[in-house]
C-alpha cells in the first residue's frame, strides 16, 4: 500500500522565521494528499489538500504542493506565529479509497 | 468544533478490565473511522464502518471491537486491557469514507489503564 514520510521533529523556531517540513510519499498512481494539524489538547483537523499532480494546497498561510516527480508534499510557510504551535501530520489514503495513513507527525513550537 | 463527539473524555481503569467509548458522527456523515495514538506508535488506524458496514480494518486487536449503530453512532470495545492499550483513541467521521474525503475528528478519549 501507499506510504508517507516526514521530517522527524521537533522544530523550534523564532516567530515570523520560515517553516518548511518536509513529507514525501509511496504511492500507486495520484492518491489525494493532505495535511492535518493537531492543536495541543485537540484532535486532528484538516489544514490542506491537494487532489492531483501540480495542486496547491493552500490554508491560514500555509501551503503544499503536489509534486510528483520528486513525490513531495512539504508543508511551508513564510512567517510562523506562536499560534501555529502544533503537531502536523502528512497522510494518504493507503490504497484506492482506503482510510488514510499518517506520518509520525512533527511537532512544531514557536516562540515568541 | 468538528462536530464529531466523543465519550468520555477521560477514562481511568485497571488492567483486565473492558471498556466502551462512543462516538457521534458529524450530522450527515455515514463513515466512521477509529484511530489510536501513542508515543511510541504515532496514530494508527484501527477500523472504518460505513453506515452500519465494516469497510476496512487495520491494525486492530482482535480484544478490541467496534460497530456503527442504525442512527450512525459508533462504539469502539476495547477487552482484556493492558497497560500498553493506554493511549489516546480518537473517533473521525466522513461523507462517505472515500480516499478524497475529509475526516472531521473529534477531540478523542484518553484512556489510561493502571
Known amino acids: 500500500g501507499n506510504s508517507v514520510t516526514q521530517m522527524e521533529g521537533p522544530v523550534t523556531l523564532s516567530e515570523e522565521a520560515f517553516l518548511t517540513i518536509n513529507c514525501t510519499y509511496t504511492?500507486?498512481?495520484?492518491?489525494?494528499l493532505f495535511w492535518y494539524v493537531q492543536y495541543p489538547g485537540e484532535g486532528l483537523q484538516l489544514l490542506l489538500k491537494?487532489?492531483?499532480?501540480?495542486d496547491k494546497g493552500s490554508n491560514k498561510g500555509f501551503e503544499a504542493t503536489y509534486r510528483k516527480e520528486t513525490t513531495s508534499f512539504h508543508l511551508e510557510k513564510g512567517s510562523v506565529q506562536v499560534s501555529d504551535s502544533a503537531v502536523y501530520f502528512c497522510?494518504?489514503?493507503?490504497?484506492?479509497?482506503?482510510?488514510?495513513?499518517f506520518g509520525k507527525g512533527t511537532r512544531l513550537s514557536v516562540i515568541a | 468544533d468538528s462536530g464529531v463527539t466523543q465519550t468520555p473524555k477521560h477514562l481511568i481503569t485497571a488492567t483486565g478490565q473492558r471498556v466502551t467509548l462512543r462516538c457521534s458522527p458529524r450530522?450527515?456523515?455515514?463513515?466512521v473511522y477509529w484511530y489510536q495514538q501513542s508515543l511510541d506508535q504515532g496514530l494508527q488506524f484501527l477500523i472504518q464502518?460505513?453506515?452500519?458496514?465494516?469497510?476496512a480494518k487495520g491494525n486492530i486487536l482482535e480484544r478490541f471491537s467496534a460497530q456503527q449503530f442504525p442512527d450512525l453512532h459508533s462504539e469502539l470495545n476495547l477487552s482484556s486491557l493492558e497497560l500498553g492499550d493506554s493511549a489516546l483513541y480518537f473517533c473521525?467521521?466522513?461523507?462517505?469514507?472515500?480516499?478524497?474525503?475529509?475526516?472531521?475528528f473529534g477531540a478523542g478519549t484518553r484512556l489510561s489503564v493502571l
Open positions: 497522510a494518504l489514503p493507503y490504497s484506492g479509497n482506503t482510510p488514510l495513513v
Open positions: 491537494a487532489t492531483k499532480a501540480d
Open positions: 464502518y460505513y453506515n452500519g458496514e465494516e469497510r
Open positions: 473521525a467521521s466522513s461523507v462517505v469514507g472515500t480516499g478524497r474525503d475529509i475526516q472531521y
Open positions: 504511492a500507486t498512481g495520484y492518491p489525494s
Open positions: 450530522s450527515g456523515d455515514l463513515s
